[in-house]
């Protein structure tokens, strides 16, 4: 009989212990990205305050059609996700491979939706700080409530390119029979930071898109 241990045998004493050991480093880290987008919130939330009406003002010059389809296809990603980590407890690697290209998919189109206004706020000289052209809002206000919006909506962005970067290693884990019914730890961090990244937008849709 082999005497010869597996590395997170070495490690960890056993699989148990591994997986609470990956859950709770990923809980931790996202704790610290709670903290990151709590303090956006309350800077968005203080200068709303001063500027209440040029605020409202502002906030209909975004596509909020469009940001509606965003959030749309982020909420329908996070159930594709949560059938990965499902799928893949059964050893369904195939499937689970399949539902992750289509989250990745849906990440793709929530990007590309967000570039387009991006570059129509370009055009429009919606724009943060000195950049600002827009003349149907006060300079001072209208400034910084695009200023807000594109450190916001950046900031996300930026996060669900990490997000997307890791359902792409997933999922050619998953392609390459590196996780399993019993192996899946990888598969269930990951689809935790792709929900908080899915769960910080739908905070971000209202106070940009729905204010009033």
């Known amino acids: 009989m082999s005497t010869e241990t597996s590395p997170w045998e070495e490690h960890f004493g056993s699989r148990e212990n591994q997986s609470h050991a990956a859950q709770l480093g990923m809980w ?3 704790g610290s990205e709670v903290l990151l987008f709590t303090n956006l919130f309350v800077g968005y939330a203080v200068y709303r305050y001063y500027y209440p009406e ?5 906030s209909k010059h975004l596509e909020t ?5 965003q959030t749309l296809l982020l909420v329908t990603s996070s159930l594709f996700v949560a059938l990965a980590v499902h799928s893949i ?3 369904k690697q195939f499937l689970t491979a399949l539902v992750l290209l289509v989250a990745i998919g849906m990440g793709v189109g929530f990007l590309a939706i967000k570039g387009w206004e991006y570059w129509k706020h370009w055009t429009d000289g919606a724009l943060p700080g000195e950049y600002y052209r827009l003349e149907d809002l006060p300079v001072r206000g209208g400034s910084l409530f695009f200023t807000l919006y594109f450190l916001l909506t950046g900031v996300h962005a930026v996060h669900m390119l990490v997000a997307m970067g890791l359902l792409g290693w997933l999922l050619w884990g998953s392609v390459a029979g590196k996780y399993t ?7 269930e961090v990951g689809g935790l930071y792709w929900h908080l990244v899915d769960v910080f937008w739908l905070f971000i849709y209202p ?3 729905l204010v009033e």
């Not at 059609?65 to 389809?69: D, F, H, L, M, Q």
């Not at 019914?181 to 598969?187: K, R």
């Open 28 to 30: 931790i880290f996202l």
């Open 54 to 58: 040029v605020f409202v003002e502002a």
């Open 65 to 69: 059609g469009w940001a509606t389809v």
């Open 89 to 91: 407890r059964q050893g």
């Open 181 to 187: 019914a019993e192996y899946h730890i990888p598969v």
């Open 207 to 209: 106070l940009l898109y």
